[in-house]
């Protein structure tokens, strides 16, 4: 009797992992797979329709972006998040960003940064509807590329998107304190408009103090939800 085995081309095993890392990194950063949950590789390639091969691979990925960690050799879990965490993420993103926020001022398309500028005020007034928060978040991703592209650093942006990965996590952190939302909507409209003035100082500046009233905002809710 023969015995049919199955084979898939490293083509067709790379879209399955990469299908696979994009699925479980979504859910690791919208919460849905809480930090501390067991990702046992039989569990999860059936749940995710792909076979154990690409899913160690999606889970190398996730383990080398620092988003799940191998408690033994068999036992992947979701890395948690503390507020050492937290502060060393801002550490490293408080350099690139300001220096992002500079470089954007002197390179940038002055008449896009002051677009985006409009959007943000624009936004604001509908902070408490979902779909409010939705576009807001989106203007956020929106705005980021708009910096990325105009700095025109392929190191910079590499840094830039290991740190957001991680941010995505945290940042749901505020997400429900609407005064925070309403305050960060207004220091994105100020760096905005530096940048569409090419003034990399303001720009800067105005990073920082997003950067720090972000992280205060964090860690408060953190210590709110652990008391």
């Not at 199955?6 to 083509?11: C, F, H, L, S």
């Not at 690139?96 to 409009?118: K, N, Q, T, V």
């Not at 905002?217 to 652990?226: A, C, F, T, Y």
Request: no cysteine; aromatic share 4%.
């Amino acid at each position: 009797m023969s015995t049919t085995v199955e084979r898939t081309t490293p083509a067709e095993r790379t879209r399955a992992s990469d299908r696979a890392y994009a699925t479980l990194l979504d859910e690791i950063q919208s919460g849905a797979l809480a930090a501390g949950t067991v990702l046992a590789e039989v569990e999860q390639a059936a749940r995710l329709g792909v076979s154990r091969t690409p899913l160690r691979e999606a889970l190398q990925q996730l383990s080398a972006d620092g988003l799940v960690e191998q408690q033994s050799p068999r036992v992947t879990v979701v890395a948690g998040v503390d507020a050492d965490d937290i502060r060393s993420l801002f550490e490293i993103r408080r350099a690139l960003e300001e220096s992002a926020a500079r470089l954007a001022a002197d390179r940038g398309d002055a008449e896009l940064f002051a677009a985006l500028a409009s959007e943000f005020a624009a936004v604001g007034a509908s902070l408490e509807l979902k779909t409010g928060r939705e576009n807001y978040y989106a203007l956020i991703a929106r705005f980021d590329a708009a910096v990325d592209a105009a700095v025109d650093n392929d190191y910079i942006a590499s840094a830039l998107r290991t740190v957001r990965t991680h941010l995505v996590r945290v940042r749901r952190m505020s997400r429900d304190n609407q005064t925070r939302l309403a305050a960060s909507v207004s220091e994105h409209r100020l760096i905005a408009e530096a940048l569409a003035e090419r003034d990399g100082d303001l720009a800067a500046h105005a990073t920082h103090v997003h950067l720090r009233n972000a992280l205060t905002s964090i860690l408060d809710s953190l210590k709110e939800g652990q008391s």
